[in-house]
């Protein structure tokens, strides 16, 4: 698959204890099924050939014989298959009996992995009939395959793949305190699988969720976890087939319990090896030496499928947005926090009596302004000292004049209008540039002028100016250089305009009443810098994403490229496959050289911007997270876009 996409399955079919012959049929068809909807890994359950629940069967020698037997038919049923399997059994080697994962590809037995850990409490005795996995490596043979590698050091890899890397741990190793995967993901395992047969009680599965997700995390790993389901004996006890795929901290894929089946997911290696890279603590990138390893871990090649596929994975159109809305009102508490946080400290720090933040009647200032609220009422300090100021200039319209004006009087700060038309037009004839001419001159001296009166009122009032551009401007530089690019405290500088959208709506909700109205007005208002003229009808004609784009797809092209560090290819890819029916692939390709062309343009403005409290993954700050010469060139970049 393309950009690094891994198409994985696990896999429970419906099994019959010590049914071998039964279960080896149902292996088959699933892993032929798997093939054909593209899976490059599938796993199965632990002991799935017999059936976990054996018990003293175990001990019987026809058994294991049958079940050597099925591993020979499963592997010859792979044979033009370029799907790595992994099937679980029990193996006798050196005339003990071990748990195993045995990994198969195309009409190969690659290698046996033992399982480490095994439980012997409640109503697991494994110990009865196994032997936790040996300390060094041995041979077994299945009936003419021989001497394959049994052993916890096998990591399988692909040979036209070399990031499609995989190891196994089996059930309980998971749960141990030093699970096998960390130290194989250090090792260099992009992906663990984990073949597994755990017992169904009263939320069990909502732990065994977040294990999953949280070694997945930590590891920066793919993790694919297969557990049994319909067929184990319920004597003692009942399992649900919990099938789980994540990704670094991520469920891509949940089965629904008691339904036995073939669960897929798309994870991204590519992805995972660059995460790993950029962290830079060495846990995935030195030569390290495993501390509990007998001997060094012994990679086993096989060949991947390569074809190319339709993702079944999806991505939100709004990334930095939380789609389920409890989650959403929980971070916008928690990043309104974050920010009046940032500004109260610099405030005690500054020892500033006011703040001074010039409001447009548009997303952002308002957003400055409900922070700044909100930090005076922490500090238990009277709103009063907030300074807010309108500037009507050339391209104000009454909407947005009206807007700020009841914004402020409904939050109660002091409110200025200092119109700056007058002032312009004399600097205009200071530096002799013609009135109508509205070119880059007209529109960026209003918004230096605006800066030019917030700085020295807030001199006058032992304040500090209040910075309102966002995230996504600092990506396009849709700021003007020593005008609204400048503040003495930028509390927007890390919020994206998708985000700010969410954040307004979230506290027009909140607040209700008159300042709810106008949060309401001011979100349906036309994004603009109303730096040109409105029409004859009073509505607004400089509209910013008609100009620069839609901000809902550069917020996505910045998550993606700047976040992840994907090509612009695959940035590309993935933008076509989220807003698929809602813009065409002309447009997408059209706004995504528009956002690289801008981004690489502008880093100068970015490389000396004020100060800003950082809230999410994503920063562009020179100081804490994004560090990029002002003069690198896009043209690489642009040669990737299709």
Not at 66 to 83: H, P, W, Y
Not at 125 to 131: A, D, K, L, P, V
Not at 508 to 528: D, M, P
Not at 610 to 627: H, M, T
Request: glycine fraction near 8%; charged fraction near 25%.
């Amino acid at each position: 698959m393309q950009f690094g996409y891994i198409r994985v399955c696990a896999a429970t079919p419906e099994i019959r204890i010590a049914d071998v012959e039964f279960n080896t049929e149902q292996i088959i068809k699933a892993i032929k099924e798997s093939s054909k909807k593209g899976s490059q890994l599938t796993v199965f359950p632990e002991l799935c050939i017999c059936g976990y629940t054996c018990g003293d069967l175990f001990n019987q020698k026809t058994l294991l014989d049958s079940v050597e037997n099925a591993l020979v038919k499963i592997c010859k049923a792979t044979e033009g298959i370029e799907t790595l399997v992994f099937v679980g059994a029990p193996v006798v080697c050196d005339g003990k009996l071990y748990n195993c994962a045995v990994g198969i590809c195309n009409g190969q037995i690659l290698g046996v992995v033992p399982k480490t850990y095994l439980p012997n409490y409640g109503e697991f005795y494994e110990r009865r009939h196994f032997t936790p996995a040996p300390k060094v490596s041995s041979v077994v043979n299945f009936g003419e395959y021989s001497s394959i590698e049994l052993s916890t050091n096998i990591i399988f890899k692909a040979s036209n793949c070399p990031d499609f890397t995989v190891a196994v741990e089996i059930c309980e190793d998971l749960w141990a305190p030093q699970a096998p995967s960390i130290e194989q993901a250090q090792a260099g395992a992009n992906i663990i699988v984990n073949l597994s047969c755990s017992d169904e009680t009263v939320g069990k599965a909502e732990y065994r969720k977040n294990l999953v997700k949280m070694q997945s995390g930590k590891l920066v790993c793919g993790y694919v976890y297969c557990d049994a389901g319909d067929g184990e004996s319920t004597t003692d006890m009942v399992f649900a087939g919990h099938n789980i795929i994540a990704e670094n901290g991520l469920i891509l894929a949940q089965s629904k319990l008691f339904e036995n089946g073939l669960l897929y997911g798309d994870i991204d290696i590519e992805m995972l090896t660059a995460e790993r890279r950029r962290i830079s603590s060495g846990y995935y990138t030195e030569n390290i030496t495993v501390k509990n390893s007998e001997s060094a871990y012994t990679h086993i090649l096989f060949k991947t499928s390569t074809k190319e596929l339709a993702l079944t994975r999806k991505f939100s159109k709004t990334p930095f947005v939380p789609e389920d809305g409890n989650k959403l009102s929980e971070r916008t508490e928690l990043i309104l926090s974050i920010l009046a946080k940032g500004l109260e400290k610099r405030l005690k720090h500054t020892n500033c009596k006011t703040v001074v933040i010039g409001i447009s009647g548009g997303l952002d200032s308002t957003l400055a302004l409900l922070i700044a609220c909100r930090t005076f009422d922490n500090l238990k300090k009277d709103r009063k000292n907030i300074i807010a100021v309108t500037m009507p200039g050339f391209g104000t319209t009454d909407k947005t004049k009206g807007n700020s004006l009841k914004l402020i009087d409904s939050l109660g700060v002091t409110g200025k209008v200092v119109p700056i038309s007058d002032s312009v037009l004399k600097h205009f004839s200071d530096i002799g540039h013609d009135k109508d001419n509205r070119n880059v001159t007209y529109e960026n001296a209003q918004a230096r002028m605006r800066t030019l009166i917030l700085m020295d009122i807030a001199n006058d009032m032992g304040g500090l100016v209040l910075g309102t551009g966002d995230l996504s401007e600092l990506a396009l530089g849709w700021a003007t250089y020593n005008g609204d690019h400048m503040s003495m405290y930028a509390v927007n500088s890390s919020v994206p305009k998708t985000l700010v959208k969410h954040i307004v709506n979230y506290e027009a909700e909140r607040l209700g009443g008159e300042c709810g109205k106008v949060l309401k007005s001011i979100l349906s208002t036309e994004i603009s810098p109303e730096l040109l003229p409105p029409a004859k009808n009073g509505e607004i004609t400089q509209k910013t994403e008609d100009i620069v784009g839609p901000y809902i797809l550069h917020d996505f092209f910045l998550y993606y490229a700047i976040r992840w560090g994907f090509a612009p290819d695959k940035v590309q890819y993935i933008a076509e496959t989220a807003f698929d029916g809602v813009y065409d692939k002309v447009t997408i390709k059209k706004w995504l050289v528009n956002f690289y062309k801008r981004f690489f343009s502008q880093q100068f403005k970015r490389s000396c911007m004020p100060d800003g409290v950082k809230v999410g993954a994503v920063s562009l700050s020179p100081r804490g997270d994004w560090r990029m010469p002002s003069d690198a060139i896009v043209s690489e970049w642009l040669n990737k876009i299709k």
